[in-house]
């Protein structure tokens, strides 16, 4: 069955209503926002989804996840802070900016802080060149941008998040049933579909340690 | 008095992003008009007697691309532009978000024009929050019985659609978006055809950028002399011009086209901040060549015929300042890496040219080159120049070449600092580089 038929089928319906019957391929892209809607990245599963929907190739499929910078075929943090540092942003002090931040936050560009919140990249110009330093914040959700920012307005955001992930967690807990292994309390991680065995970490072990051929996939208990 | 604004109106008309506000200051009006009395032809005809031209960078006449559109074949297409992602560029974001129903008029009558029956607006992915906000609008435009079958009781019908780019520079490459919205890679075509026979889904499509279209309904509404008496002769209107980099004041200022530099930089963006001066200009974002920031350079009109004359392209208008604390190799390496990031990889020069200007311009800025790297850069930025399937090759070569040219001290006392430091601390990465542009050299 086409998960993506299942869990979306209004939203699967009213893309392929925007393009003409006979160009189904152009729904290639609304259809892999919405398969990263839940995970924040598109799973091996979900581009054979889209494929099969399309009639095209799974590789067809994954080779446009390859070629723009908005999908993403591995998982990164909940929030990925994308800053850019273009040009016009760094005359007004953006390099600085991300520095600053990378060192606040303990991580590189590229990288994911180990309680698996936020992903810290460098992304080429956001059209907000006038109100540096900016970022956009990408979730599965989609997008928000942030600008005329300070490093200290930067971290409380992520303060926030952590305190809204805090709660998300502690509700979580509450909802769960009494008798609920032990093991499932809290964030895991664990090897996607298609790896033969499945194994369980734990999230404090952090996701930015684990080898990036793993394809190690986030299940968020609580959910959305 | 202040002028009257015809792109930026929401600065003067608040909440004219509201259906009913908009409607009230003629919105909407322009579209009826065509629509239920003007042949198609003629609303070509009275665009083309504007003088509008494309403000999406390379200033084309606008009524004369919908002329082009091929009768012979059919469903037409009208795709807006609203990719905006050249470094400096931030106008059609603020139309789309503050005046969206007169860019959504412009959409809806390029596509009468044509009789196309669906439009599509491509937004870049970074848009997400502006494409859901246009859902809104077009939704409640269906509602309103302006958008959708049988319009004003003729049998016209028009639906708009949004579609979201995901990250990529090149899609706002005419071609390469439409591939992109093919579901294809988004990598530019080899031209001929050009999208008026050979569009969208391989059918006859006119593509526009937002702030061209956004000027559709007024000139309709108005007449094209009322809109030919702003502006230039051969660059007649407003154009919204996108000031970034060391000013006062950035942000965007509509003005006439053929208003100087000086009073975009002084008058509108407040001058620069401290005791600094005006070094250089890019007019046309990140893909600009780099003027030198004298008097005649200053006192130069903005518009599509004055600006090349101080050697350069008007583009987008999305004019960086850049001051004297601003060291030219530097900037270069910024430029460079943006369209190293941003090459598609269909062609070969500009793939691997932008690859190895970037290792060469950080190798500069990091001092660790001699004088001859910056033959070798200037040799590599001739070796795309000019070879390249579309312009972003090209792009990536004007501040290189420019920068180079006009502001060789920068790069000398880079270059010569770090001989007098270490004559042959050279890097495996540097040799590859020379030889591989002495192979170039001898083919």
């Excluded at chain 1, 072990?205 to 996939?217: E, S």
């Excluded at chain 2, 518009?303 to 008007?314: F, I, N, R, T």
Aim: charged share 25%; with cysteine; glycine share 10%.
């Amino acid at each position: 069955m086409n998960s993506l038929i299942e869990k979306y089928p209004q939203d699967v319906q009213k893309i392929l209503g925007k393009y003409p019957a006979d160009q189904k391929r152009a729904a290639v892209m609304p259809l892999l926002y919405l398969a990263q809607r839940e995970l924040g990245y598109v799973t091996r599963q979900a581009l054979v989804d889209i494929a099969s929907l399309l009639e095209i190739s799974s590789t067809e499929v994954a080779s446009i996840v390859g070629f723009y910078t908005l999908y993403h075929g591995e998982a990164g943090g909940k929030y990925r802070i994308q800053v850019c540092n273009d040009l016009p942003c760094a005359l007004r002090g953006a390099d600085d900016f991300l520095q600053k931040l990378c060192e606040n936050l303990g991580i590189r560009v590229g990288e994911t802080t180990a309680d698996g919140l936020v992903t810290l990249e460098a992304v080429t110009c956001l059209a907000g060149c006038d109100r540096a330093p900016m970022f956009q914040v990408q979730t599965g959700d989609g997008l928000t941008y942030h600008e005329n920012q300070t490093v200290e307005s930067t971290l409380a955001l992520v303060e926030q998040w952590k305190s809204e992930a805090e709660a998300a967690r502690a509700a979580a807990l509450a909802a769960e049933p009494a008798d609920a292994p032990e093991t499932l309390a809290g964030d895991m991680l664990t090897v996607e579909a298609g790896e033969q065995e499945e194994v369980l970490v734990t999230a404090e072990q952090g996701i930015t340690r684990q080898p990036a051929d793993k394809r190690i996939h986030i299940q968020e208990l609580g959910g959305q | 008095m202040e002028a009257e604004l015809i792109l930026l109106r929401h600065r003067q008309i608040p909440e004219i992003d509201k259906l009913e506000v908009y409607r009230k200051n003629g919105g909407w009006e322009a579209f009826r008009k065509v629509v239920t009395t003007m042949q198609p032809d003629a609303v070509t005809d009275v665009v083309k007697a504007s003088g509008l031209r494309g403000r999406g960078g390379a200033g084309f006449p606008t009524g004369l691309k919908w002329s082009f559109t091929d009768k012979k074949v059919w469903p037409h297409y009208v795709v807006a532009n609203a990719d905006e992602s050249e470094p400096g560029t931030f106008k059609d974001r603020e139309i789309m978000e503050s005046n969206p129903f007169q860019f959504l008029e412009g959409v809806a009558i390029a596509a009468y024009a044509v009789q196309a029956h669906a439009a599509y607006v491509y937004l870049r992915g970074e848009f997400w929050q502006i494409g859901a906000q246009l859902d809104d609008k077009i939704a409640e435009l269906e509602a309103a019985g302006v958008l959708g079958d049988n319009l004003f009781g003729s049998s016209y019908s028009l639906r708009i659609y949004t579609h979201l780019g995901a990250g990529a520079y090149i899609c706002g490459e005419e071609t390469a978006m439409l591939e992109s919205m093919g579901g294809l890679l988004g990598q530019p075509r080899l031209r001929p055809p050009f999208p008026p026979s050979f569009g969208l889904f391989g059918k006859p499509t006119v593509v526009n950028n937002v702030e061209t279209l956004s000027n559709v309904p007024l000139i309709i509404d108005r007449g094209p002399e009322w809109f030919r008496k702003t502006g230039t002769e051969k660059s007649p209107g407003n154009k919204i011009f996108s000031l970034s980099g060391r000013v006062n004041k950035p942000g965007n200022y509509e003005l006439p086209l053929g208003t100087t530099f000086r009073t975009l930089i002084y008058e509108c963006g407040g001058g620069i901040p401290g005791e600094g001066k005006v070094k250089a200009i890019m007019p046309a974002g990140a893909s600009s060549s780099l003027i030198v920031a004298n008097d005649k350079a200053l006192d130069t009109p903005m518009d599509y015929e004055s600006v090349p004359a101080v050697g350069a392209q008007l583009g987008s208008a999305s004019v960086i300042i850049i001051d004297d604390t601003v060291s030219i190799d530097w900037l270069i390496a910024k430029t460079v890496r943006f369209f190293q990031h941003e090459s598609c990889g269909k062609c070969t020069p500009c793939r691997e040219g932008t690859y190895w200007m970037k290792h060469i311009t950080n190798r500069i800025t990091q001092g660790q080159s001699g004088p001859e790297d910056l033959q070798l850069l200037y040799d590599v930025a001739s070796q795309i120049k000019g070879k390249c399937l579309c312009a972003l090759g090209d792009f990536s070569t004007e501040a290189v070449l420019t920068g180079l040219d006009r502001f060789r001290g920068d790069f000398e006392a880079k270059v010569n600092a770090a001989e007098s430091r270490a004559a042959d601390n050279r890097t495996a990465d540097n040799r590859a580089a020379e030889s591989l542009a002495v192979e170039s050299r001898n083919h």
